[in-house]
């Protein structure tokens, strides 16, 4: 049913108005005849694409919400750039911002491994939650932050998603949570396996209450995530040309002595043989996310909702 409703909106193509993206290769000439050298720019200005190798302005990049305005190639966002573009202005109500990892397991170097993330990332671990509304529909949302050890999975991560589940059951709300994650953190071991069963579980209950659950997998999706929450939506839904699997094609090919199909692990692929539902560009996220809510919140209303 909802492919049939979502069928126009699976890809959006964006285009510029006019071609602003490719790196000027002026040069000046110098003091001694027969030298020039390239002419001095800023670092950060300039971002190539890794899809089709356009050479983009970085202003124009951030203006097209980080989406390649040559091949529509959806760059890897921030968790507060996404809860940016996603949720209404000033609603969003963060939840257990206090909590903190600790190294049960003394593993080497793990300490400065989580200090490093949190001064690249700017957060105090790898996910965002906590309660918002979009186009003033409320719900539960939770964010993976890759910058924070590739949004991997450990004992605060599993804490804080499960928090946010048992929430939503409280207020009776939707729960929609956008993964992105290399796996459970190996740091900490089976610690961090546990928070699969445990996510798992809190999403049981919230079926149970007959809540909706919307989720959104982005680029990369992997191992012990993608095989607990990032996989139990009731709609899933995924950004263009996200890579989404268990293990990589290189593990598979050593352990099962056989190559994956090209493009096996892609969104695409996935959609192909029904393990997404929607394909959602970036620009169109937030308003098919609105008109989700929006069709629950009245079937909620009504006593409709599975």
């Known amino acids: 049913m909802f492919k049939d409703i979502f069928r126009k909106t699976k890809y959006v193509t964006i285009k510029s108005g ?43 990049l951030e203006e097209n919400s980080r989406v390649c305005t040559t091949c ?4 890897r966002i921030s968790a507060t750039l996404r809860l940016k573009l996603l949720v209404d202005e000033d609603s969003f109500e963060e939840w257990d911002a206090d909590l903190k990892t600790q190294d049960s397991l003394d593993f080497p170097g793990y300490d400065e491994k989580i200090s490093e ?55 009776r709300l939707p729960v929609v949570i956008f993964s992105t994650s290399g ?22 209950k919230l079926a149970e ?13 992997f191992g012990g995530v993608t095989a607990s929450y990032a996989s139990l939506g009731d709609i899933m839904i995924s950004e263009p040309n996200a890579l989404i699997g268990f293990t990589g094609p290189r593990v598979i090919k050593q352990t099962m002595r056989q190559e994956l199909p090209a ?43 599975v």
Not at 36 to 49: A, F, M, N, R, S
Not at 209 to 221: F, G, M
Not at 263 to 285: C, K, P, W, Y
């Open 209 to 221: 209450n007959h809540l909706l659950y919307i989720s959104v997998v982005t680029d990369p999706t």
């Open 263 to 305: 493009g096996a692990q892609t969104a695409e692929f996935n959609q192909e043989h029904g393990s997404i539902d929607l394909i959602v560009a970036r620009n169109q996220m937030r308003p098919v996310l609105a008109r989700l809510l929006r069709y629950h919140q009245e079937g909620a209303r009504y006593g409709t909702t």
């Open 183 to 204: 796996g459970a953190r190996m740091q900490e071991g089976i610690l961090s396996l546990y928070q699969m069963a445990k996510t798992s579980a809190a999403l049981g």
């Open 117 to 171: 993330a949190q001064e690249k990332s700017g957060m105090a671990e790898g996910v965002l939650t906590g309660r918002a509304k979009i186009e003033g529909v409320p719900f539960v949302i939770a964010i993976n932050e890759a910058g924070f050890m590739m949004g991997s999975m450990g004992s605060v991560v599993g804490e804080k998603i499960t928090r946010a589940i048992e929430r939503a059951i409280k207020l």
């Open 18 to 60: 006019q071609n602003l993206d490719r790196r000027p290769s002026e040069v000046v000439p110098q003091e001694e005849p027969g030298i020039v050298t390239k002419k001095e720019l800023p670092d950060g200005l300039w971002v190539k694409c890794p899809k089709c190798g356009e050479v983009l302005f970085n202003k124009n």
């Open 72 to 75: 529509e190639h959806h760059f």
